[in-house]
T-cell receptor
Framework: DADVTQTPRNRITKTGKRIMLECSQT?????MYWYRQDPGLGLRLIYY???????NKGEISDGYSVSRQAQAKFSLSLESAIPNQTALYFC???????????????FGPGTRLLVL | GQQLNQSPQSMFIQEGEDVSMNCTSS?????WLWYKQDPGEGPVLLIA?????ELTSNGRLTAQFGITRKDSFLNISASIPSDVGIYFC????????????FGQGTRLTINP
């Protein structure tokens, strides 16, 4: 079974609709992240959370919100979807910094979102 | 924001050839990570590098943490069809940095 799962895997919606993307992990990691991937731009950080109830903005948080109600779950919402939010969305987890201050992140399979 | 420059952006090679790609930055990095993304899937960690000068192998893959701490390379030897995908470098700017910075990716295509 996958350690990091995302639902749905694919979603088509219309402009103005509210959408929620879900991420669940069985790795027992405290840290969770949401990224957006666009062609030629790599991965850009939307929001991240270091613990339950902890929420931090990434570089492109406008138009998005998140919820971390449990250690294993981190949800991303688009309150009013717009076409330029069409992208591939990835959730990632991390057990945090090592004693040397270093970190490794593990990714889910992604959600492909199309906003018409 | 901080950028990692990853090159080349795409590669078209013949099966059996060796592959080399790299990431550079104007800033010093504490950690370098290399990921591979298969079509329709999330990035999977290939190699993690934690010390300047470190050279690490994972099967046919070899990666190095540049001695200046501003670059890293990934080599793939004797490429096979399943090596197709997008390869990303990612870096941690300093010890305790709370986020990773990602390169733009290198798309590898292999002709059988």
């Amino acid at each position: 079974d996958a350690d990091v799962t995302q639902t749905p895997r694919n979603r088509i919606t219309k402009t103005g609709k509210r959408i929620m993307l879900e991420c669940s992990q069985t790795k027992g990691h405290d840290r969770m992240y949401w990224y957006r991937q666009d062609p030629g731009l790599g991965l850009r950080l939307i929001y991240y959370s270091f613990d339950v109830k902890d929420i931090n903005k990434g570089e492109i948080s406008d138009g998005y919100s998140v919820s971390r109600q449990a250690q294993a779950k981190f949800s991303l919402s688009l309150e009013s979807a717009i076409p330029n939010q069409t992208a591939l969305y990835f959730c990632a987890t991390s057990e945090g910094l090592t004693s040397g201050g270093q970190e490794t992140q593990y990714f889910g399979p992604g959600t492909r979102l199309l906003v018409l | 924001g901080q950028q990692l420059n990853q090159s080349p952006q795409s590669m078209f090679i013949q099966e059996g050839e060796d592959v080399s790609m790299n990431c550079t930055s104007s800033s010093i990095f504490n950690t370098w990570l290399w990921y591979k993304q298969d079509p329709g899937e999330g990035p999977v960690l290939l190699i993690a590098l934690y010390k300047a000068g470190e050279l690490t192998s994972n099967g046919r893959l070899t990666a190095q943490f540049g001695i200046t701490r501003k670059d890293s390379f990934l080599n793939i030897s004797a490429s096979i069809p399943s090596d197709v995908g997008i390869y990303f470098c990612a870096g941690q700017l300093n010890r305790g940095a709370q986020k990773l910075v990602f390169g733009q990716g290198t798309r590898l295509t292999i002709n059988p």
